[in-house]
Every structure is written in structure tokens, then in C-alpha cells.
């Protein structure tokens, strides 16, 4: 998409553990809960044409808020797409969405971070 020039207004990520997840509902959640918080900022950066890999960017999270809909399962696929609905002043939205295999929605996510992006002097 870079080297079209193109920009991606989401992202969707399937997740699920390596191995077997002990039956627990607690860590099911915590593991949702903290992969929530790895991607969410990737649709702010990716809806300005931008890459982690690629780009000099900046980030940090200002706040970061779950809402819990559905007990989760690690043990099988979970889907994470996510957006941003907006970023002005060095600041960015993400949203999230958890969605289980069966396609019910399971959590939504929303984290505002601070970015700074750094372009490389030519």
C-alpha cells in the first residue's frame, strides 16, 4: 500500500493462543484485554499512510477502556478489527471490536494515544 500511496482505514487481526489455554475465564479475559492494547493504535497510524515498520513514529497510550459483552475464548479464533475515527494535534482515536468465531461481538475497545511522526530529511 506504500508504494501506491494508498491508506488503510482499518485493520483486522485474528488471534488465538499457541497452545492450550487453561479453562480459566479470568485469563482469557486478561489475555483479550492485553492484546487489545497492541494494535488498536495501528488503524490511526495505517489511516495516514503510515507504518511502524517503515516510519519514525511515536506513541503512547493516554487512556484505554474495555467494555466486556461476551466470555471469551482463547483456545479458539478471535477477531480484532479496529478503526480510527479520527486524529488532529499529535492525538489519535482507535476503536476496537472482539469478535468470536461465530461472528458475536464479544468486546469493544477504544484507546486514545498520543502520536508524533518523524519524517526522514531527504
Request: proline share 5%; net charge neutral; no cysteine.
Amino acid at each position: 500500500m506504500r508504494d501506491k500511496g494508498e491508506r488503510l482505514p482499518h485493520n483486522w487481526v485474528w488471534l488465538k493462543a499457541l497452545g492450550v489455554v487453561p479453562d480459566d475465564p479470568v485469563l482469557h479475559t486478561a489475555m483479550m484485554v492485553y492484546s487489545s492494547d497492541t494494535t488498536v493504535l495501528d488503524s490511526v497510524v495505517t489511516t495516514h499512510g503510515l507504518s511502524w515498520g517503515f516510519d519514525r513514529i511515536f506513541a503512547a497510550s493516554a487512556n484505554h477502556s474495555v467494555w466486556f459483552h461476551r466470555p471469551v475464548n482463547f483456545n479458539d479464533w478471535v477477531l480484532y478489527s479496529t478503526s480510527s475515527p479520527v486524529a488532529a494535534n499529535s492525538r489519535g482515536l482507535g476503536a476496537g471490536d472482539f469478535f468470536d468465531g461465530a461472528g458475536q461481538l464479544v468486546a469493544t475497545v477504544v484507546q486514545e494515544g498520543v502520536l508524533k511522526y518523524f519524517p526522514r530529511s531527504k
